[in-house]
């Protein structure tokens, strides 16, 4: 009982458990468990949005699982939904969640099978544009005039943007929608990466103009502020072709190929943030933009915007957990992680060899089992502590303050 660790100490500042990267989502965030029964269990953790809609703490949360915060017709559901996904390791549903005083509020769920410290767990990011999207809709619809099929198009774009969370398919997804929506040729989505606009996908009716395009881009690269994406991305602010003679916007090696074509690019915003910038254009010389397809495809980047980045954070949670668990099977120290309930759910190789359980053995097992009987007594106050802060730092034993040893809470 000589040796423990502080398991954030051993891992880089930004990569460190994925509690506490949930609360980069403007999402709803929940991570919940699972038996492999399908039986959804206890909320392990929650982010600071999912605690705002909801009108729970985090600590009243812990105590209640999903089933708890759906109406009671749409238990089965759930239940049924938690099954799919232990089958298909990825789900996307239309459901409910009710808050402490009883309000139901309409949202997509996206929900990943993950398995964190060793855990099998469920991530869940509840989408809450179900009913804000068909109110703005409607009333961007009467304001310009949409016909049905926009109105439709608008919202079934942001569903399917966040029905996966695997960065590719979102890209994919987006620009394909785009060019539908647009009635384009094709469409580009850059995003801003080192101070550079990179493509990261597009979508395009002809084959060989993808290979020219695609050619014509890496040979002039673009920064933020040059050339026309590069100003959008710049200023946030759209732009088309109709605005300014194409030589004074763009790039020189760029002028050939868009002096013929008409063009609009918007920004991908993420709040005020411009995370990168998609470009529709067509060689079709009658085709102008209209102030419909300014907030069409605007509408369009920034549910793109936020798909993107709920996929950054599903994939910064896997490589978090990923090393979490390289550091348990590697570290020759007591490492050792625990539950809201203060019961031990992860358990290094070298707590193994300085206690001398197993994991089998230990694992659900209570803290107390390791604690000298003479600081039982601290224990709820060292949990009040770890829920407050997120570890438990200066703990004591036989008498002797132990400055550099931690527990880590989750």
């Known amino acids: 009982m000589d040796e423990r660790k502080q398991i954030d100490r051993d891992c880089p500042e930004g990569e460190k458990l994925y509690g506490r990267m949930l609360n980069d989502s403007d999402n709803a965030v929940f991570v919940h468990e699972l038996t492999k029964e399908g039986v959804p269990g206890k909320f392990i953790e929650v982010n600071d949005v999912a605690c705002q809609v909801l009108g729970y703490t985090r600590k009243e949360l812990f105590t209640l699982t999903p089933l708890n915060i759906v ?3 749409r238990s089965h559901a759930t239940s049924r939904a938690m099954e799919k996904l232990l089958a298909e390791r990825q789900i996307s549903f239309e459901t409910w969640l009710v808050s402490k005083t009883g309000k139901k509020i309409p949202v997509v769920m996206n929900s990943q099978l993950l398995r964190l410290k060793g855990e099998m767990t469920v991530l869940s990011i509840a989408h809450g544009f179900m009913e804000s999207l068909k109110t703005h809709g409607k009333e961007l619809g009467k304001l310009l005039d949409w016909k049905e099929e926009d109105l439709s198009l608008f919202y079934m774009a942001g569903h399917l943007f966040c029905s996966t969370l695997e960065q590719e398919q979102v890209f994919q997804e987006v620009t394909r929608r785009c060019v539908d929506a647009l009635h384009v040729d094709y469409c580009l989505l850059r995003l801003i990466e080192d101070g550079r ?20 881009l890496a040979e002039n ?112 120290d007591a490492i050792v992680s625990l539950g809201p309930d203060l019961t031990i759910i992860a358990w ?63």
């Not at 411009?274 to 067509?282: D, E, K, M, Q, Y």
């Open 197 to 216: 606009l990179i493509l990261r996908n597009s979508f395009f009716r002809r084959a060989e103009e993808k290979e020219y395009v695609e050619k014509l």
């Open 221 to 332: 690269p673009i920064h933020v502020g040059e050339g026309i994406a590069g100003k959008v991305a710049q200023t946030g602010e759209p732009v088309t072709s109709d605005s300014l003679p194409v030589e004074e916007l763009t790039m020189p090696g760029y002028v050939d190929y868009l002096k013929p074509r008409n063009w609009l690019l918007v920004p991908m915003k993420l709040k005020e943030k411009v995370i990168g910038v998609l470009t529709f254009i067509t060689a079709d010389g009658k085709r102008m933009f209209s102030h419909r397809d300014f907030v069409l495809a605007q509408g369009i980047a920034n549910q793109a915007a936020v798909a993107i980045e709920n996929a950054r954070l599903f994939e910064k949670v896997v490589r978090s957990e990923r090393l979490y668990r390289t550091i348990l099977e590697s570290s020759a």
């Open 348 to 410: 290094s190789e070298g707590a193994e060899q300085i206690f001398g359980y197993t994991r089998e053995e230990i694992i659900g097992r209570p803290l107390d089992i390791l604690v000298p009987e003479h600081e039982l007594p601290t224990l709820p106050q060292k949990r009040e502590e770890a829920v407050r802060m997120g570890f438990i730092r200066g703990w004591r034993h036989n008498g002797e303050p132990r400055t550099g040893d931690s527990w880590t809470l989750k």
């Open 71 to 73: 109406p009671a017709e």
